[in-house]
């Protein structure tokens, strides 16, 4: 058996590698990528906007990309704004950044008070989805737990394939309310010695999303510091426009005709891919590793020596990479990151850990010379690179760093999922055949 399989896997890698001068040839959108880097316009969307540079056109016609600083914009309005406003008001904000994505429009008090509400009644999970919790095994990856039950929700839904919008609508909303208590109880499920659905913590229909979150997986009131700051991290992942590769399989899936909870579940599954995904995890790793290979955080010249290191692909997982670095549009500066870098601060000092953040600091100020200087390009730190500090601070386990990142996205995922539903197209694109021509069948005896 496993030499049939050492065969099959031979032959593939064979047969399946690209040839790069057909795809320069044929003008290939690898990726659906220009050959600038930036991505092929294959949608319209008025949910999400990210900005990371300007297209420079020379008089020959030829294309440059400028670097300018990083804005996201949620159906027009700046996140940053948004974040901003609820600040200064003194509330919490998630809530209100669904509600923009579903509507386009900010909602009134009255309105926003509903739609809370709502999102609260819908929190609890039906006793056979518990079940269904509480029956996996312990040692199940989180994202794939996540998957898992969400996949079940249509068993409790009357309509589950319907694609009528009020019933998408609905279903939506449902799976965003539900997707946090989802999440913890897949977790407390995991430390439990012994199945019992009464040490389950129930959610509080009366608190904020991230409140309520945090409170299930401790079982303590959250301090609200640090309740407003996951808020805004949920804000912050909500949504990044149609092209990243989660909310793109969300709109492929939903251009077919698929339910709501295949559609949902393709999204998470796409995210679960390390190159989606699970940055933050690899940033914490890779910090880890920092800081037990360096011995003077405060020396930027060791820490710089490190980095180079890990470049050359001589240290750390040997990738080549320095995660949380870079991103697929933002050059110059990624809006959340900066916020970040701000309010990490104050909870580093919060948690006793300032001397940690700033060897993050250290980091995010000479890694992106070292890239410009191998590399040739302009690139900053992401999210990812202070969201995973972030989680740590809050006590928050690794392994849930991604399905909280689904927690967030899955508002921006169902927005686009209505889109794509109105717009009402199947996504079918083209792929140019590799195959040099047409081959003659040959009888078994004979091959």
Request: proline residues 4%; positive net charge; contains cysteine.
């Amino acid at each position: 058996m496993e030499s049939v399989l050492k065969k099959v896997e031979q032959l593939g890698l064979l047969h399946d590698k690209i040839d790069p001068r057909i795809v320069k040839a044929k003008n290939i959108k690898l990726g659906l990528r220009n050959e600038d880097g930036s991505g092929v316009f294959v949608g319209i969307t008025s949910k999400g906007q990210v900005i990371g540079y300007e297209k420079i056109i020379a008089g020959d016609g030829s294309q440059t990309l400028k670097p300018i600083p990083g804005k996201l914009y949620y159906c027009g309005y700046d996140v940053a704004d948004l974040v901003n406003g609820k600040e200064k008001e003194k509330r919490f904000g998630f809530e209100e950044t669904i509600y923009l994505l579903l509507t386009g429009e900010l909602p009134q008090e009255k309105y926003l008070k509903s739609f809370s509400k709502e999102l609260g009644k819908r929190r609890a999970l039906p006793e056979e989805a518990k079940e269904i919790i509480l029956n996996r095994p312990k040692h199940d990856d989180q994202m794939c737990s996540l998957h898992t039950i969400v996949s079940a929700m249509h068993l409790f839904d009357k309509r589950p394939n319907s694609t009528d919008i009020r019933d998408v609508t609905r279903q939506c909303i449902d799976l965003m309310a539900k997707f946090p208590t989802i999440i913890a109880y897949n977790y407390q499920k995991k430390l439990m010695k012994k199945n019992d659905s009464s040490k389950l913590i129930k959610p509080d229909p009366e608190k904020s999303t991230a409140e309520n979150f945090l409170y299930m997986m401790t079982g303590n009131e959250p301090d609200r510091f640090t309740a407003e700051l996951f808020d805004t991290m949920l804000i912050f992942h909500a949504e990044h426009g149609g092209g990243n590769n989660s909310t793109f399989t969300t709109r492929c899936v939903s251009s077919s005709g698929a339910n709501t909870y295949m559609a949902i579940c393709a999204g998470i599954g796409s995210l679960s891919g390390h190159l989606h995904g699970g940055a933050n995890e690899a940033v914490v790793r890779m910090v880890r590793d920092i800081k037990r290979k360096v011995k003077d955080w405060d020396d930027d010249d060791e820490i710089k020596s490190y980095l180079k290191m890990l470049l050359e692909k001589t240290a750390g997982d040997k990738s080549g990479k320095i995660y949380g670095l870079g991103h697929a549009v933002y050059t110059f500066s990624d809006p959340r990151a900066v916020f970040l870098e701000k309010r990490g601060e104050e909870l580093a000092k919060l948690a006793g850990r300032e001397k940690e953040f700033s060897l993050y600091k250290r980091i995010a100020k000479l890694a992106p010379r070292l890239v410009k200087d191998k590399k040739g390009k302009v690139v900053c730190t992401n999210v990812d690179f202070y969201s995973g500090f972030v989680y740590e601070c809050m006590g928050i386990p690794e392994e849930l760093f991604t399905p909280i990142f689904a927690m967030a996205r899955v508002s921006g995922w169902s927005a686009h999922r209505i889109e794509e539903i109105i717009q009402g197209r199947i996504i079918r694109p083209s792929y140019f055949s590799s195959l040099k021509g047409v081959e003659t069948y040959i009888p078994i005896s004979k091959r």
